[in-house]
Antibody
Framework: QVQLQESGPGLVKPSQTLSVTCTVS??????????WNWIRQHPGEGLEWIGY???????YYNPSLKSRATISLDTSNNQFSLTLTSVTPADTAVYYC????????????WGQGTLVAVSS | QTVVTQEPSLTVSPGGTVTLTCASS?????????PNWIQQKPGQAPRALIY???HKHSWTPDRFSGSLLGGKAALTLSRVQPEDEAEYYC?????????FGGGTKLTVL
């Protein structure tokens, strides 16, 4: 059974860099067939797609975050990560990782999310 | 910036039927947009219900169905149950990237 589990710092100061990690269990992220996504949800608001990475390392980002977001793969630890630079309180959100199927293009599997607050 | 529009809120009676819709600022939603429907209950992580217009996951109750309706993606709930009260998001593919709709808060009353 494949599972996704996010982890993050909990609290980040403004202007610093936010990093969250998704640990995948039950399947190798390097084996192909899936996109590995990051989605966030500001408190009390809707969902926002941030971007994805493919097993080859190719990425695609939401244009509104492209200049600050980087998604990377760590196949040795079966993890993928999101780094967001120059954060402001507007980046306070629950960050979710999700897997989407390459062929069906469905977001079939989600993690439970990790809350990251940006505050001094 | 592409905008995906959903009804902000809908109310349905238990046992009734309701249809939620999802419109794209770029024009009609077609199969090439691979619309997904995602359910989120308060305090819980999102859960996928429907993909590629009308395909269900193994865990999706039969009373949920997806379709294209008048140029929009649509999610129809039949025989609505109290546990269907949730926020429903559509998710649309735009040639590489994805855009979420603003969500529909469904109240079962």
């Amino acid at each position: 059974q494949v599972q996704l589990q996010e982890s993050g710092p909990g609290l980040v100061k403004p202007s610093q860099t936010l990093s969250v990690t998704c640990t995948v269990s039950g399947r190798s992220i390097g084996s192909g067939g899936f996109y590995w996504n990051w989605i966030r949800q500001h408190p009390g608001e809707g969902l926002e797609w941030i971007g994805y990475i493919y097993h080859s390392g190719s990425t695609y980002y939401n244009p509104s975050l492209k200049s600050r977001a980087t998604i990377s793969l760590d196949t040795s630890n079966n993890q993928f990560s999101l780094t967001l630079t120059s954060v402001t309180p507007a980046d306070t959100a629950v960050y979710y990782c999700a897997r989407s199927n390459e062929f069906q293009l469905d977001f079939e599997l989600w993690g439970q999310g990790t809350l990251v607050a940006v505050s001094s | 910036q592409t905008v995906v529009t959903q009804e902000p809120s809908l109310t349905v009676s238990p046992g009734g039927t309701v249809t939620l819709t999802c419109a794209s600022s770029t024009g009609a939603v077609t199969s090439g947009y691979y619309p997904n429907w995602i359910q989120q209950k308060p305090g819980q992580a999102p859960r996928a219900l429907i993909y590629s217009i009308s395909h269900k996951h193994s865990w999706t109750p039969d009373r949920f169905s997806g379709s294209l309706l008048g140029g929009k993606a649509a999610l129809t709930l039949s025989r609505v149950q109290p546990e269907d009260e949730a926020e429903y998001y559509c998710l649309v593919y735009y040639g590489g990237g994805w855009v979420f709709g603003g969500g529909t808060k469904l109240t079962v009353l």
